[in-house]
């Protein structure tokens, strides 16, 4: 079956029912299936963003950008995984709680509004991706997953993307902020807010790819490897360094290596361009 067919598949499927809210965070996955949510049910399709202290704001902005840019009706609610003690101790199934948390808030709203489905953005390369306890929670509370149930790979969703002529049909995936600390170490709100503070950085420098990870204190920033160079230019590494200190890290190291998925636990081969460069009277 062919991308155009898996898409034809995935809106007939949509178009049988009711309505739908789609559990949305303005990432290329939720986008395609709250575009081809809002194309099989018109009003009857809602997009619907959780705010918590692991959203970003600027990712919260998009999702309200991307949600209008669809033409889909978008709402928000609001919640936070600190409130959840399994969450805040951050084992390895700290994905599980989140998400069991986040979809509980989806079907709250989707019953308020008289919608019986809940659809996500999960597709059929994710769960093949290592440890995904968040999967668990999208079969346990019986999420519709159109991309999933079709066979629509990751490379196909960017493909209906440009069908839809999404902007974030390249857009770099973009887990919550939780993801930047290491498993075992307390997700804190001081913790969150100084990462989002530091990945504001790396933004405003138009990075595409990039964590700033939280080691209790030491900030290890990753870029895409193709952005190596760019991370290197004396001017940001003067910025990086005064803002991340300012933002209430004690050190900031960038890793060589590049990005990479979950590396929240690396070896101790991080190296601390900055610090070493930029010495403190500290």
Request: hydrophobic fraction near 40%; include cysteine.
């Amino acid at each position: 079956m062919d991308v155009a067919d898996k898409l034809a598949a995935a809106r007939d499927a949509l178009a049988e029912r009711d309505g739908a809210l789609v559990a949305f965070s303005g990432g290329v996955d939720s986008s395609v299936v709250a575009a081809i949510a809002h194309d099989a049910l018109g009003d009857r399709a809602v997009a619907c963003t959780a705010k918590s202290e692991t959203l970003p704001a600027e990712e919260l902005d998009e999702a309200r950008r991307v949600a209008a840019e669809i033409g889909i009706r978008h709402e928000v609610v609001e919640f936070s995984e600190l409130d959840n003690p399994d969450f805040v101790a951050n084992d390895g199934e700290r994905c599980y709680h989140c998400r069991t948390m986040r979809l509980g808030e989806m079907f709250d709203r989707a019953r308020e509004l008289g919608i019986g489905t809940v659809c996500d953005g999960t597709n059929a390369s994710d769960p093949g991706e290592g440890h995904r306890p968040g999967l668990r929670a999208v079969e346990e509370l019986e999420v519709f997953s159109p991309l999933l149930a079709h066979d629509v790979e990751k490379s196909e969703v960017r493909e209906i993307a440009e069908r839809y002529g999404l902007s974030v049909a390249d857009k770099p995936s973009m887990a919550c902020l939780s993801s930047r600390i290491p498993t075992g170490v307390e997700v804190t709100e001081e913790r969150l807010s100084r990462v989002e503070r530091g990945e504001r950085l790396l933004r405003a420098w138009g990075f595409r790819q990039f964590r700033v990870r939280d080691h209790d204190g030491l900030a290890r920033i990753e870029v895409g490897r193709d952005e190596l160079e760019k991370a290197l230019d004396a001017d940001f590494v003067r910025a990086a360094r005064a803002h991340l200190r300012e933002a209430g890290f004690d050190h900031v190291t960038l890793d060589l290596d590049g990005y990479e998925t979950g590396s929240v636990s690396p070896a101790n081969d991080a190296v601390s361009i900055f610090d070493a460069e930029y010495p403190t009277s500290d």
